[in-house]
């Protein structure tokens, strides 16, 4: 189109306000319901081309499709799409007098740590919600996140987005689509991809806001590729000394090559991000939650828990700290608490017989917490004893990931302990 058009359909058309690879944008107007629009047009040429034109247009209508399905705050809502003779468009909300993420990806004018986890838990929620409806983005990047003028965010342009129907698999061959300085290791090589990849490609923009560099900047295109799929990213704090380290935990999550290692859905990502918001609102805990984090790290039970999800289960759960003759768990009460001992040891009573000790590292609770039947025996801190009391309420509000590799490391756990008593009996009975 080689000038505004005046009307497109029922919308007039005022301002031309933006220009993409995939068309023109202006802003119009909606005289039903009285409100002002953004109305993208699709570039005529393109159409027109005779050997990728079917293409286009499909490519062009697919944003109309895919996101149409879609009702949330953070993306930008479609509102109609046509054709008006040779000219196809779509209407979408008008987001007015904002811009991109695009402009605060610079060294010169990042945005504050907090505001940065705020948008980014916005993103991560949005597309936790697109990934439940099948939609996969697949070019999540700076200028694809609109924002608002009060800094609320907006994710657009999907275009190349992908439906997964209900008679298909959740991955899917795509082959190359997607802006390359921002794709997951698994679509530059052009292998399957799932929802995971956009969260790769989000956890890229977070690094770029936090530190206004790429993580795998290059000057060549192999060795971009190169990078995305082989090579770590250098600490955020390379650049900013002032980047707590629980956001290192996260980008590094997020930037995982293997997907068996990455954030499995938006709403982990979110999960975390909201854990490090409260850090950061509480940093006279700060010293004390590091020593929490610090104690359990070592404890055989969390050797297979990523340090995120370390994190996430620090803030869920109970601390508790008993001194030397206080009762934990007393026989015949019903109570539903596991426990791990992080320092010191506890003194097991049956009746008013000492049947054994446990130690820094061992877990006691583990009935009660599967079934809430009465306790069979009682507990005494022998010392001074520090515990992680947990129950199911606490774990309920711990992601889905690191619910089920809770359940899972509980599960062995409770196995091999069950094992350690029939093989004492036996030795006892023989």
Same mark, same amino acid.
């Given at each position: ?9 029922? @919308?007039? *058309?005022? &301002?031309?306000?933006? /220009? ?5 944008? @202006? ?7 009285? #409100? ?14 005779? !050997?990728?034109? %079917? ?28 054709? %008006?003779?040779?000219?196809? @468009? ?11 993420? +695009? ?48 800094? %609320? ?34 679509? $530059? ?18 690094? !770029? ?9 290059? &000057? ?8 995305? *799929?082989?090579? +770590? ?8 000394? &002032? ?7 996260? $980008? ?26 409260? @850090? ?17 790290? #070592? ?35 019903? %109570?539903?608490?596991?426990?791990? *001992? ?14 054994? #000790?446990?130690?820094?590292? &061992? ?10 039947? /009465? ?8 010392? #001074? $004893? ?8 606490? *774990? ?35």
């Amino acid at each position: 189109m080689s000038k505004i058009p005046e009307k497109l359909g029922k @919308y007039e *058309i005022m &301002d031309q306000v933006g /220009r993409g690879s995939m068309g023109i944008v @202006y802003q119009g107007f909606d005289p039903f319901l009285n #409100r002002k629009v953004a109305v993208k047009v699709a570039i005529s040429a393109s159409l027109k081309d005779t !050997e990728s034109g %079917d293409r286009y247009r499909t490519m062009f209508f697919n944003e109309a499709h895919t996101a149409g399905m879609l009702k949330h705050p953070n993306i930008l809502e479609i509102l109609d799409a046509g054709a %008006d003779g040779d000219d196809c @468009y779509i209407v979408m909300e008008l987001v007015e007098g904002g811009g991109t993420l +695009k402009s605060y990806c610079q060294p010169d004018n990042l945005l504050p740590i907090d505001r940065v986890i705020e948008i980014i838990f916005k993103c991560a929620k949005a597309l936790d919600y697109a990934h439940r409806k099948g939609v996969v983005h697949r070019d999540i990047k700076p200028t694809n996140i609109l924002v608002t003028k009060d800094m %609320d965010v907006k994710i657009g342009d999907f275009s190349i987005a992908h439906v997964i129907s209900s008679d298909t698999t959740n991955t899917m061959p795509m082959g190359f689509v997607g802006s390359p300085r921002y794709m997951s290791p698994e679509q $530059v090589q052009e292998d399957v991809i799932s929802n995971q990849t956009d969260l790769f490609s989000l956890g890229i923009v977070m690094y !770029e806001l936090l530190t206004g560099r790429h993580p795998f900047a290059t &000057d060549s295109f192999s060795r971009l590729i190169h990078k995305i *799929i082989h090579e +770590k990213q250098l600490p955020l704090r390379t650049y900013r000394s &002032d980047i707590p380290e629980v956001l290192e935990r996260i $980008v590094y999550h997020a930037l995982q090559k293997n997907t068996d290692k990455r954030y499995k859905m938006g709403l982990n990502m979110a999960a975390d991000l909201s854990l490090a918001f409260d @850090y950061l609102e509480k940093p006279q805990d700060n010293i004390e939650v590091q020593e929490k984090f610090n104690s359990i790290l #070592r404890l055989e039970f969390f050797k297979e828990f990523s340090e995120a999800e370390i994190w996430e289960i620090i803030r869920a759960c109970a601390w508790q700290e008993h001194s030397e003759g206080a009762e934990i768990i007393t026989e015949g009460d019903i %109570d539903d608490s596991f426990y791990i *001992i992080i320092s010191g040891r506890v003194e097991i009573k049956k009746g008013d017989f000492s049947i054994g #000790r446990l130690h820094e590292g &061992d877990c006691f609770g583990e009935m009660g917490y599967l079934s809430k039947t /009465r306790r069979s025996a009682t507990i005494i801190a022998d010392g #001074r $004893v520090q515990l992680m009391k947990i129950n199911s309420t606490l *774990i309920q509000q711990l992601s889905v990931e690191c619910q089920l590799q809770f359940s899972r490391v509980f599960l062995q756990t409770l196995v091999r302990r069950l094992s350690e008593t029939t093989e004492a009996m036996v030795v006892s009975s023989g």
